[in-house]
């Protein structure tokens, strides 16, 4: 079974500033999907980038990019000039292509609380 | 484009009993799954419902049942409740078409079981 471990609870950044999210994950897969979702107060998990596990190419969107290492099964998110509304709850999630039954399922990370300071 | 709608917001049960949580998915969208996510951790999958039909299932006891209608819309149940039922309830849609789909999430249903 796949597993997903953020090891930092919580980070904080000063606005404008930039900050890294570390997500590494277990899988005997070779192809799969990798994504960070948001979670603000408001709870609706909203996707922010996904990865695709053949893809050598780093996924952007503005100011959030990652950097995924397939050896060594670590997939961190890079938020440049942070603002206020960035402040929320991280959670990195893998899915598996394969199709059939909970191999449709994300697996996520316990997450990680990002607070952005004034 | 209308996006995933759950209700209720907030629901206090006592345990023991039985409660029905909805979700309307987004247009367009004709899978349904639900997760559970205890406070300070990650969602867990409960299971999946494809046209009609159960078709995933994480590792969750059968008192936990779901139901899918012509619509796509969903049903999550749970029976006898315990209180470590108690989380919030995120229901996700998304389009099965293949390997690139993406998924839309609702804002959830906080059960509190007493």
């Known amino acids: 079974a796949q597993t997903v471990t953020q090891s930092q609870p919580e980070m904080s950044v000063q606005e404008a500033e930039t900050v890294t999210l570390s997500c590494t994950y277990d899988t005997s897969e070779s192809d799969y999907y990798l994504f960070w979702y948001k979670q603000p107060p408001s709870r609706q998990m909203i996707l922010v980038i996904r990865q695709e596990a053949y893809k050598q190419q780093n996924a952007t969107e503005n100011r959030f990019s990652v950097n995924f290492q397939k050896a060594a099964k670590s997939f961190s998110l890079k938020i440049s000039d942070s603002q206020l509304g960035d402040a929320a709850m991280y959670f990195c999630?893998?899915?598996?292509?394969?199709?059939?039954?909970?191999?449709?399922?994300?697996?996520f990370g316990k997450g990680t609380l990002l607070t952005v300071n004034p | 484009e209308t996006g995933v709608t759950q209700s209720p917001t907030h629901l206090i049960k006592t345990r023991g009993q039985q409660v029905t949580l909805r979700c309307s998915s987004q247009s367009g969208h004709n899978t349904v799954s639900w997760y559970q996510q205890a406070l300070g951790q990650g969602p867990q999958f409960i299971f999946q419902y494809y046209r009609e039909e159960e078709n995933g299932r994480g590792n969750f006891p059968p008192r936990f049942s779901g139901l899918q209608f012509p619509n796509y819309s969903s049903e999550l149940n749970v029976n006898a409740l315990e209180l470590d039922d108690s989380a919030l309830y995120l229901c996700?849609?998304?389009?099965?078409?293949?390997?690139?789909?993406?998924?839309?999430f609702g804002s959830g249903t906080r059960l509190t079981v007493v």
């Open positions: 999630a893998y899915r598996s292509p394969t199709s059939g039954g909970s191999n449709y399922k994300l697996t």
């Open positions: 996700a849609s998304s389009l099965a078409a293949g390997r690139n789909y993406g998924y839309t």
